[in-house]
């Protein structure tokens, strides 16, 4: 998929651990586990929105494209 998830990047750039942040955003340790390890096949807005609060960023800096090989023109 196309759609990668730089959670990993901004938790360790706010120094937060996945226990931590699963609590603040209040989401399940397995269910951020997923999203932090581009697994999930789907982020609903209130969770995104969740993130972005507590790791006070933007969606763009956990979100990121990349189109794939066969995709390209």
Known sequence: MPIII????MMAKRK??????????????????ILKNNKARAVRFSTLDMLCKALQCQPGDILEYKAEADELP
């Open 6 to 9: 730089n959670l990993d990047v």
């Open 16 to 33: 937060i651990g996945l226990v931590e942040l699963a609590d603040k955003v209040g989401i399940t340790p397995a269910n951020l586990s």
